[in-house]
């Protein structure tokens, strides 16, 4: 483990088609706050709960898969969250050396299409 932090990538995956879907990454930092993320969003928004910042070189950038800005926070320390940001808050700010992280990544795939077309003469 690198700098206190590690992250890994768990095999669940879904959301539809179109391109796009998800996948669960689970991060433990340590050491301490601070962490190097912010939050936005949450249910007295009426949006998801989602990294809006990750400091450069903070111990949320130094993972070995970096939060990104716009994963969707699910889990922090084993607590299934409500969707409201001041809960998720009041969880990190509880956490004293080590915050584990559950997110949901969203993906999204761009097809590039080649097309070659032969000059007739």
Request: glycine share 18%.
């Amino acid at each position: 483990m690198e700098n206190g932090v590690q992250a890994g990538l768990q095999q669940a995956a879904g959301g539809g088609g179109g391109g796009g879907g998800w996948v669960l990454v689970e991060a433990r930092l340590q050491g301490g706050a601070p962490w190097g993320f912010t939050l936005q969003g949450g249910l007295e928004h009426g949006e998801p709960l989602i990294i809006s910042k990750v400091e450069e070189g903070g111990k949320a950038d130094s993972l070995e898969q970096p939060l990104l800005v716009g994963d969707e926070i699910i889990i922090i320390n084993d607590v299934e969250l409500t969707g409201y940001r001041q809960d998720a808050i009041a969880l990190v700010k509880g956490s004293y050396k080590t915050l584990r992280l559950t997110i949901r990544r969203y993906r999204l795939f761009v097809h590039v299409c080649v097309c070659l077309t032969s000059a007739r003469a």
